[in-house]
T-cell receptor
Framework: NAGVMQNPRHLVRRRGQEARLRCSPMKGHSHVYWYRQLPEEGLKFMVYLQKENIIDESGMPKERFSAEFPKEGPSILRIQQVVRGDSAAYFC???????????FGPGTRLTVL | QKEVEQDPGPLSVPEGAIVSLNCTYSNSAFQYFMWYRQYSRKGPELLMYTYSSGNKEDGRFTAQVDKSSKYISLFIRDSQPSDSATYLCAMSANWGAQKLVFGQGTRLTINP
């Protein structure tokens, strides 16, 4: 019974490049959340998605960041033209329909050089 | 002012001690309160979940919520070195799928 899976676990990008982070929710879960954790800080909500729908993107930066959760395949968090301030751990969580317990993945640690 | 305040520590106690971790919050709409444990370089894992005010116990862990003071606590009895981790409080206003608001996390070390 696999948990939430994220890949890659570590990602290094140079300034101006694109970063794509992938998240596969737990089996049977239809809700996906993305959080960002800066060094020595707690997790900050970014976006909440269901299949093919963005439900709440109130925590997403207005520019360069986008997220999707297609009908088939993993959820993708995309960061265009990365800057050094984007360096952080990005965590994905999932929950099942009708529940509110979120289960977290191991995270993707993004380093921007 | 942050919605949720949590002392980042670090907190270091001897094995067997009782540990008290706390968070305060400003949004009176919060009704659902959680404690997550995060080991270094890992994702958070849910420890305790409580609704509204009151206490909840699970093994060596007790969660307390005082909504009148906007204050929540996590107590760990008979602490073990394996409890060494960062503990994050989290909360939400409504039941169901939605965003969680986290505290900064308290780094705890249990010394053998």
């Amino acid at each position: 019974n696999a948990g939430v899976m994220q890949n890659p676990r570590h990602l290094v990008r140079r300034r101006g490049q694109e970063a794509r982070l992938r998240c596969s929710p737990m089996k049977g879960h239809s809700h996906v959340y993305w959080y960002r954790q800066l060094p020595e800080e707690g997790l900050k909500f970014m976006v909440y998605l269901q299949k093919e729908n963005i439900i709440d993107e109130s925590g997403m930066p207005k520019e360069r960041f986008s997220a999707e959760f297609p009908k088939e395949g993993p959820s993708i968090l995309r960061i265009q033209q990365v800057v050094r301030g984007d360096s952080a751990a990005y965590f994905c969580a999932s929950s099942a329909q009708g529940t509110d317990t979120q289960y977290f993945g191991p995270g993707t640690r993004l380093t921007v050089l | 002012q942050k919605e949720v305040e949590q002392d980042p520590g670090p907190l270091s106690v001897p094995e067997g001690a009782i540990v008290s971790l706390n968070c305060t919050y400003s949004n009176s709409a919060f009704q659902y309160f959680m404690w997550y444990r995060q080991y270094s370089r890992k994702g958070p894992e849910l420890l305790m979940y409580t609704y509204s005010s009151g206490n909840k116990e699970d093994g060596r862990f007790t969660a307390q919520v005082d909504k009148s003071s906007k204050y929540i606590s996590l107590f760990i009895r008979d602490s073990q070195p394996s409890d060494s981790a960062t503990y994050l409080c989290a909360m939400s206003a409504n039941w169901g799928a939605q965003k969680l608001v986290f505290g900064q996390g308290t780094r705890l070390t249990i010394n053998p």
